[in-house]
């Protein structure tokens, strides 16, 4: 499959971005990077609101908005999902 082909496929898709505090920064922007340039709508959603602290390893690094949180959206809004594991688990996210 061609670059074009798979960005004529994502192109538009609502992608909900799961992710918390801690998050491995790599695996958060890296993703939603590539999303966004193939024309995906993304939508960071945490478990609450404000900035979630992303991680380079054991360090602090950057912080990222959160577009919403779990109890103000519907997953019917969306097509996908994509998420990365923070360092405590994901379990964070089904509390």
Known sequence: MSDTTATNKIEGLRVAILATDEVEEAELREPR??????????????????????????????????NATF???????????AWSENKDDLSLLWN
């Not at 990077?33 to 609101?49: F, N, Q, R, Y």
């Not at 109890?71 to 999902?81: G, I, L, N, R, T």
Request: no cysteine.
């Open 33 to 66: 990077k590539a999303l966004d340039e193939a024309g995906a709508k993304t939508t960071l959603i945490s478990v609450k609101p404000g900035k979630i602290q992303a991680m380079k390893h054991d360090e602090k690094s950057s912080k990222y908005d959160v």
């Open 71 to 81: 109890d103000e959206v519907d997953p019917k809004d969306f097509d996908a999902s």
